[in-house]
């Protein structure tokens, strides 16, 4: 049954898969200046693993999945350019179910931003920490194509799969070529556009990735287009090497385009939500940990997510 169900170790709950998500969050700490650097470096590796946070959350508390996602189809022609930007606009133009049905990711960056603002403000370790973490996981998802379309895993175009393919498989395979030193943080001006921007960039990619596709498929034997691999112990199906490495070849480095994307973004994101609560002293901070209580909780609010994970519907129930 493993060997037969393809792309099982890809399971990534469309989005950019686990590996990458915080390959993003990581390097982004490292764009900070000095003094952020001395608070979020302390905490590189929870700000890593817990950029998964939001993927384990999506199908088991109620409002999450929207936030990874906008079905640009949903609103018509060029509706990326004509959407409001602003969420309470978008509201009252549309209603808060419409939006939810179609997806929120432009709209939830804002929201996060101002979260972390407000953490920042308070001087409040254990927000920044989660906020931040959250934040970047929604800017990483803003820069996938396919989080832009209906057509998100290729479903209705005959190409299911290329969703953990795109974002999963290949940085697996190519992210240690990528070169991904961008500098320092910048700060942002309109985190509204820069939120919107980032999904028109990454929807403008989006022919590319399903053209490209097709056409290597159209290159290759059907039985050379896939190989079955060890994944710690378990034999799966997924994208050969030799296609894996036609198609990156074809996208010219897109995949790494849209990772410097979303890399730089987060570290400017934490960098504008630092300087507009006033520059605070991380400093003092720096020595906080999370205590055994905490950790705990931590720990089990992620086992009920896990739990629910199992009793909820497939997206194609929905």
Not at 175 to 185: K, N, Q, R, V
Request: one cysteine or more.
């Amino acid at each position: 049954m493993l060997i037969s169900t393809p792309f099982l170790a890809y399971n990534s709950s469309n989005t950019w898969g686990f590996w990458a998500h915080q390959r993003i969050n990581r390097l982004a700490v490292f764009s900070l200046p000095p003094e952020m650097l001395v608070f979020f470096k302390k905490h590189l590796d929870y700000l890593t693993e817990n950029a998964v946070n939001p993927d384990k959350r999506r199908y088991a508390v109620v409002g999450e999945a929207p936030r990874h996602y906008i079905d640009a189809e949903a609103y018509g022609d060029s509706a990326l350019y004509k959407l409001p930007l602003y969420w309470n606009e978008a509201v009252k133009k549309f209603g808060e179910d419409t939006l939810a049905l179609n997806g929120t990711v432009p709209w939830a960056i804002q929201q996060y931003k101002s979260q972390l603002t407000e953490a920042f403000r308070q001087r409040n370790p254990r927000r920044i920490l989660r906020v931040s973490a959250d934040l970047g996981h929604y800017i990483a998802d803003a820069n996938v194509p396919l989080h832009t379309t209906r057509n998100y895993n290729g479903q209705l175009t005959g190409q299911e799969g290329i969703h953990a393919f795109w974002e999963t498989r290949l940085p697996e395979l190519y992210a240690e070529e990528y070169d991904m030193f961008l500098g320092s943080a910048e700060y942002e001006q309109k985190t509204a556009l820069r939120a919107w921007q980032a999904v028109r960039q990454a929807n403008a990619a989006l022919d590319s990735v399903l053209r490209f596709e097709k056409n290597a498929s159209l290159q290759m034997k059907p039985e050379l287009k896939y190989a079955l691999e060890d994944r710690n112990g378990v034999v799966i199906k997924t994208y050969s090497r030799e296609f894996a490495k036609k198609y990156h070849q074809m996208l010219d480095r897109q995949v790494e385009r849209q990772m410097r994307a979303s890399v730089k973004m987060v570290s400017d994101f934490w960098f504008t939500c630092w300087v507009d609560a006033g520059q605070p002293d991380l400093g003092s901070l720096a020595s906080f940990e999370w205590d055994k209580a905490e950790k705990e909780q931590e720990e089990k609010e992620k086992q009920n997510w896990f739990q629910r994970l199992f009793k909820v519907r497939s997206e194609n129930d929905n």
